[in-house]
Each structure stands twice: as structure tokens, then as C-alpha cells.
């Protein structure tokens, strides 16, 4: 069964570095999400994109994440400059249009020392 | 907000009793999903029930949507010990974004 990927399972970065989430959507599917969840917290949505563009985001999204989708395939995050409080599991979820179900990946554990 | 709420947030069985765990959500919506999430790892998808639907079934997984109450519940019917995990309901409107409750732990005691 087709299914999301995500690299890496766990990146450990210092506080102001750049990281990048890479993850593999599901192939026939045309919207895409980025959600995090703190530990402990409930899963919180970033942003979806559609059509090569950011269709929402939220107010966590500032100016400090971007995504890209950079070939056919893979769909990445990237956060400029991390700051402690970045420190969560980031998945990324893909779906199709119709009725919204969303298809998650295993998740990246972020850990910003 | 439109957040789904569960309830309640923990519960704890034996294995081969039925585990009901119970949504709420404060705006109208389009779509309720539940999902599964095992310690540390990613959600998988169980069910979606859209808005004009009152019940769903998928194996041993019962949902229930009740837009009157605002509230969706799903149970688990003869719990098994790989059924121990979080489980979240998420809503959405319409538009992409899904928004989720603080999950229900389980325990399925053998």
C-alpha cells in the first residue's frame, strides 16, 4: 500500500541552524501538509500547499519556514534558523481532492539544542 | 475554535472489552476523521465521516457523528493488545487544514 515517506526519523541541530524535512507524498496525490506536534501536545497544522503554491498557513508559519516542492516527488520544510521551542515531531501528510482525508508520514523528531 | 475535543483522556480495559472514546468540537465542519497514533510515531488514518453521515463502520472501528451535538465517537469492538495507542479526532471545514484534538491514550490490559 502506497504510503508517505519522511527523512530523517531524527535530526539533533544547534539553535540558529538551517534544517531541511524532506518527505516523499503519496504519488497521485495533489495537496500537501506540513503539521508538528510537541511533545506531549496536540498535532498543530503549519501549511498546506497546492499547485506549487501555499494554499493556508498558520500563524506558527512565519517567516522562518518555507517549503518547496522541489521535483515530482519530494516535498520539504525548511526552518532558517531554529530556535528551541522549533523542537517537536514534524509530519508531513498528503491527500487527493474529494473528501479531505489526509495520509500521514511516520514524522521527523526535530531536537534544537 | 474549531478544535476537537476527546474524551476521555485516558482510558484503560481489558483485553476483549469494547473501548468508546468521544469527540466534541465547537464549530460546524465538513469532515471528522479519526486517527491512530502509537507512542512516538505517526497517525494512521482510520476513518473519515463526512457531516451528512450518522454512522460509519471499518472492521472491528464504529464511528458515530452527531451534528446536533457536535460530537463523533468511535468505538473499538473486541480491544486487543495491539490497540494501545493515542487516539485523535480532527476536524476540518471544507478547506484543508486539520484540526485536532488532544487524543484519548488507550490501554488494552492482557
Known amino acids: 500500500e502506497p504510503e508517505v515517506t519522511q527523512t530523517p526519523s531524527h535530526q539533533v541541530t544547534q539553535m540558529g541552524q538551517e534544517v531541511i524535512l524532506r518527505c516523499v507524498p503519496i504519488?497521485?496525490?495533489?495537496?500537501f501538509y506540513w503539521y508538528r506536534q510537541i511533545l506531549g501536545q496536540k498535532v498543530e497544522f503549519l501549511v498546506s500547499?497546492?499547485?506549487?503554491?501555499?494554499?493556508?498557513k498558520s500563524e506558527i508559519f512565519d517567516d522562518q519556514f518555507s517549503v518547496e516542492r522541489p521535483d515530482g516527488s519530494n516535498f520539504t520544510l525548511k526552518i532558517r534558523s531554529t530556535k528551541l521551542e522549533d523542537s517537536a515531531m514534524y509530519f508531513c501528510?498528503?491527500?487527493?481532492?474529494?473528501?479531505?482525508?489526509?495520509?500521514f508520514g511516520p514524522g521527523t523528531r526535530l531536537t534544537v539544542l | 475554535s474549531q478544535q476537537g475535543e476527546e474524551d476521555p483522556q485516558a482510558l484503560s480495559i481489558q483485553e476483549g472489552e469494547n473501548a468508546t472514546m468521544n469527540c466534541s468540537y465547537k464549530t460546524s465542519i465538513n469532515n471528522l476523521q479519526w486517527y491512530r497514533q502509537n507512542s512516538g510515531r505517526g497517525l494512521v488514518h482510520l476513518i473519515l465521516i463526512r457531516s451528512n453521515e450518522r454512522e460509519k463502520h471499518s472492521g472491528r472501528l464504529r464511528v458515530t457523528l452527531d451534528t446536533s451535538k457536535k460530537s463523533s465517537s468511535l468505538l473499538i469492538t473486541a480491544s486487543r493488545a495491539a490497540d494501545t495507542a493515542s487516539y485523535f479526532c480532527?476536524?476540518?471545514?471544507?478547506?484543508?487544514?486539520?484540526?485536532f484534538g488532544q487524543g484519548t491514550r488507550l490501554t488494552i490490559n492482557p
Open positions: 504519488s497521485n496525490h495533489l495537496y
Open positions: 500547499f497546492y499547485n506549487n503554491e501555499i494554499s493556508e
Open positions: 501528510a498528503s491527500g487527493t481532492r474529494g473528501y479531505n482525508e489526509q495520509f
Open positions: 480532527a476536524t476540518d471545514r471544507g478547506a484543508q487544514k486539520l484540526v
